[in-house]
Nanobody, 125 residues
């Protein structure tokens, strides 16, 4: 198991930026593909972005493409989500998650066995 702790959430105005961090401990960080999901009130948890173990492959949901960027620093055991041009509809609790493989169905939350506690992001209009 790998333990994950998110940070960096907060309240921001529409058009603003935030950078989320997720610090990992426990198992070797570079064993895991890392992803971000989010969950808005009354909605299901949805995929946001993924990055492969070495960082060479990434993908993101259409709703955030061009605005959000996922990255990782394996020396610091940390994955990041840079969020720019934020919109009110980005308001959600953001979770990082770890999986042992970069699955083809990486947007399926059931592929991830390790989750952080979440960090709240609120975007005001």
């Amino acid at each position: 198991q790998v333990q994950l702790v998110e940070s960096g959430g907060g309240l921001v105005q529409a058009g603003g930026s935030l950078r989320l961090s997720c610090a990992a401990s426990g198992r070797p960080f570079n064993n895991y593909a890392m992803a971000w999901f989010r969950q808005a009130p009354g909605k299901e948890r949805e995929f946001v972005a993924i990055i492969s173990r070495g960082g060479g492959s990434t993908d993101s949901a259409d709703s955030v493409k061009g605005r959000f960027t996922i990255s990782r620093d394996n020396a610091k055991n940390t994955v990041y989500l840079q969020m720019n041009s934020l919109k009110p509809e980005d308001t959600a609790v953001y979770y990082c998650a770890a999986a042992l493989n970069y699955y083809t169905d990486y947007d399926n939350r059931r592929r991830y066995n390790n989750w952080g506690q979440g960090t709240q992001v609120t975007v005001s209009s």
